[in-house]
Nanobody
Framework: VQLQASGGGLVQPGGSLRVSCVVVGSIFSLNNMGWYRQAPGKQRELVAA???????NYADSVRGRFTISRDNAKNTVYLQMNMLKPEDTAVYYC???????????????????WGQGTQVTVSS
């Protein structure tokens, strides 16, 4: 099972960008999903999270500007980022709490999985 993130890039301050992350592979269950970010010289921080039922949670710094959503049929999580600021510049990582299905005989075990990260740069 892998998480594949896409959609990062360069955008001007005040602009918008959407990043996506899809779970590739067979799974028993997909629980909470989220986006984290890590700027140079800083620790990785939670940006937004969403439960399987659609309940959301946001960092104070992005609330009102970013929207997290998911498509359970596609095992995909999205992060719509509006009114971007230079301080939003970071590598964005998706995270998923899931139970992979490795085929006959595999046991149900829930773990956290991470995507490879996608760079978001906000600059004029």
């Amino acid at each position: 099972v892998q998480l594949q993130a896409s959609g990062g890039g360069l955008v001007q301050p005040g602009g918008s960008l959407r990043v996506s992350c899809v779970v590739v592979g067979s799974i028993f269950s997909l629980n909470n999903m989220g986006w984290y970010r890590q700027a140079p010289g800083k620790q990785r921080e939670l940006v937004a999270a969403i439960t399987s039922g659609g309940h959301t949670n946001y960092a104070d710094s992005v609330r009102g500007r970013f929207t997290i959503s998911r498509d359970n049929a596609k095992n995909t999580v999205y992060l719509q980022m509006n009114m971007l600021k230079p301080e939003d510049t970071a590598v964005y990582y998706c995270n998923a709490n899931l139970a992979p299905d490795y085929g006959p005989g595999s046991k149900y075990k829930v773990s956290d999985y991470w995507g490879q990260g996608t760079q978001v740069t906000v600059s004029s």
